[in-house]
């Protein structure tokens, strides 16, 4: 095990490379640019490719080529970079082909500002292209090690889903200096917990099954097994077809490999004083989610009953932890509200469900604990001259 | 109608996909038939070549009749994808991209310029309908200038990138392509040469190819949708590099050969990262 002071994007690079990526294509942009330029200088020293790409764009389909021929890929921006990967993330879902992308949130919406962390994309990781039919999977680390840990879980799910997978971080998570452990053999890796899966190289010329079956090798091209993959919407071998009934077993397979396969994702979440039935419960992810775990133990010391819940898998959303009818509270760096609507969706009828937003900057201690005491007293909520509705 | 293979098509094309759905008098398969013949003749079997297509016409039709591995990349990234797979194939694989003139010249320039910019081995047929003929007929950035289309019921008059000296191959030039060329669908046997030319260049190749749509453009334009007067129309726009008249709009044969002149992106990539690797410097 080897021990640094270095960013989430140091960490993110470490990660992939553990995971077996050796192909990086990415177009700069703050805050992801740290993590092309690890990139540029880690992976030809594994024998691994880097490529500057003219757009994010091509960057994305530069990943998507790379992985056809059979390498693991991966690609970084930020929201204005992520929103231009919609066209290739679109082709990647519909060919079921594996690629990691991470996503370091900045506020916005355009370009907003640069250097400040936001959590504009919460549904955009969900729906990251058009025309909806499939599931997404993304995952949200709050720290430089557990950004680790996420690109090598995503790299493993996308290989067993045969499908992109998104890591939503924000910029003080892959910009800020953390302590970081990297293991330095198969052991080290398993014994943090990391999982690696091997690309498996499809040997038929049928693109893939009317079924939720996972574990399917992805298409690659290059070994002459007649294989197909296209924009449209194929037939089970590959053909393209303008037919419903086979777009209803390709819709069917995009979105219950993942529903149906649930298991897979469920321990990864993180919860505190949570055990006695709280009667709020602080749900976050990512930055915020740091500040929320102080503020719930101070609030705890206090003698107010909170409870933080805070998500990693962030989509398949985990409804199963939104079970109590009780309180509810998410944090989070908009002021729109994204994962409230979500938590609103999952919680039982009659649950009081509510909001704290901030945009460009963080909620600090005193003001999480002064909108618990708020929350569990039934006033209303208002901060920094804002008039903030109760959800 | 019973469709009778021929000893090309049943060694090369999928009888799944030939004859293909496209519009009765299509010139497509003229420009397909002169690249498969260009294949054969170079002796290349169907493990040599990986084939792309793009979105329209040229690439919905040519989708999938490739007996090998194949794809089709979203509209104008076609060219990203192949750059990528570029990267992850051996180099003896060859790459085979047919595309549309909306494709390449418009919505993938950018990405066609960095590909002609890296030198990757690629030999892309841009097989030219003069328009988007797929999504109804509307004018392109080849389309003549005055041309009747469905976007341009009054003559289409901007400037594009073929009007007034204008050449799409000479930003190609410009960008480092190695390998460029034009033909019509009708240059037969001399087109198979060139696209011969292309293929046996280890690097970037185009070869921008204009065919006859009597469907569309042709019933627009020429207001009718006989299938002789829109390849006569054609034939007779177009002449051999030097030999140029007043209404040539597409002079033909090689533009500009470079082959083998500079490294291949790919193999220099590789080159380069071993050498990173081994020594830790360039």
Not at chain 2, 8 to 34: E, F, Q, V
Not at chain 2, 234 to 247: F, T, V
Request: hydrophobic content about 35%.
């Amino acid at each position: 095990m080897k021990r640094f002071l270095e960013t989430g994007n140091f960490a993110i690079t470490e990660g992939a490379i553990l995971a077996g990526c050796r192909f990086f294509a990415g177009y700069p942009i703050t805050p992801a640019t740290e993590l092309a330029e690890a990139m540029s200088f880690r992976l030809p020293q594994e024998g691994g490719v880097y490529l500057q790409a003219e757009d994010e764009t091509a960057a994305m389909h530069m990943c998507i080529g790379a992985s056809l021929g059979g390498y693991k890929a991966m690609t970084a921006t930020s929201g204005p970079g992520f929103i231009l990967y919609a066209d290739p993330y679109g082709w990647a879902l519909g060919c079921e082909t594996p690629l990691v992308v991470l996503n370091s949130g900045r506020v916005g919406p355009v370009s907003g500002i640069t250097g400040a962390p936001g959590q504009g994309e919460f549904y955009l990781t969900r729906y990251p292209t058009q025309g909806g039919n499939f599931e997404a999977i993304c995952l949200a680390p709050n720290s430089a090690q557990e950004c680790m840990a996420m690109t090598v879980e995503a790299f493993y799910l996308s290989e067993r889903f045969r499908m992109p997978v998104t890591v939503l971080a924000d910029q003080l998570i892959t910009d800020g200096f953390e302590d970081i452990s990297v293991p330095e053999n198969e052991e080290e890796m398993k014994k943090m917990g990391f999982r690696t899966w091997s690309r498996k190289i499809h040997q038929g010329p049928d693109f893939y099954p009317a079924t939720d079956e996972i574990d399917i090798p992805p298409v690659v091209l290059g070994h002459n097994t007649g294989a197909l993959c296209s924009d449209w919407t194929p037939t089970e071998e590959g053909y393209d077809i303008e037919e419903v009934e086979a777009h209803h077993k390709h819709a069917y397979r995009l979105i219950y490999k993942v529903r149906n396969h649930r298991d897979l994702f469920n321990h990864h979440y993180d919860k505190k004083f949570m055990d006695d039935d709280p009667d709020l419960i602080v749900v976050s992810y990512g930055t915020p989610s740091r500040v929320v775990n102080t503020a719930v133990s101070k609030a705890r010391d206090e003698g107010l009953k909170v409870g933080a819940l805070r998500l990693i898998n962030l989509w398949p959303f985990p409804d199963e932890f939104f079970g109590a009818k009780t309180k509810y509270l998410a944090v989070e760096l908009n002021w729109d509200g994204q994962l409230v609507r979500e938590v609103q969706r999952a919680v039982p009828k009659d649950s009081e469900v509510h909001f704290l937003g901030s945009c460009g900057d963080l909620p600090t201690i005193p003001d999480l604990i002064e909108t618990f005491e708020k929350v569990l007293k039934d006033e209303p909520l208002a901060r920094k001259g804002w008039k903030l509705e109760a959800w | 109608m019973e469709y009778r293979a021929t000893e090309i098509t049943s060694r090369y094309l999928r009888s799944r996909k030939i004859p293909s759905t496209a519009c009765s008098g299509c010139g497509l398969g003229m420009n397909h038939k002169i690249v498969i013949q260009a294949v054969k003749e170079l002796g290349l079997e169907v493990p040599d070549i990986v084939w792309g297509t793009s979105i329209g016409c040229a690439g919905r039709q040519t989708f999938a009749t490739w007996k090998g591995d194949g794809f089709a990349g979203t509209h104008g990234r076609v060219y990203a994808i192949a750059r990528g797979l570029r990267i992850a194939l051996p180099p003896e694989k060859k790459i085979i991209l047919t595309v549309g003139d909306g494709d390449a010249f418009g919505i993938g320039l950018t990405h066609l310029i960095h590909s002609a910019r890296s030198n990757a081995d690629m030999t892309v047929i841009v097989n030219d309908n003069l328009g988007y003929q797929s999504t109804g007929g509307q004018y392109g950035w080849t389309t003549p200038q005055g041309s009747k289309t469905d976007s341009s019921p009054y003559g289409m008059f901007e400037h594009n990138l073929m009007s007034e000296g204008m050449d799409v191959l000479k930003i190609l030039k410009g960008a480092g392509a190695t390998f460029l060329a034009r033909h019509v669908a009708m240059d037969g046997a001399w087109a198979v040469e060139t696209v011969k030319k292309g293929i046996l260049n280890t690097g970037f190749s185009l070869i921008h190819m204009p065919y006859p749509c009597p469907t569309n453009f042709g019933s627009r334009e020429l207001g009718s949708r006989n299938q002789v007067n829109i390849f006569r129309w054609i034939r007779d726009h177009s002449a051999p590099l030097g030999e140029e008249k007043e209404d040539t709009f597409w002079a033909t044969g090689i533009w500009h050969d470079a082959s083998n002149s500079r490294p291949e992106f790919s193999q220099f990539v590789h080159e380069t990262v071993e050498k990173i690797r081994r020594t830790g410097t360039i």
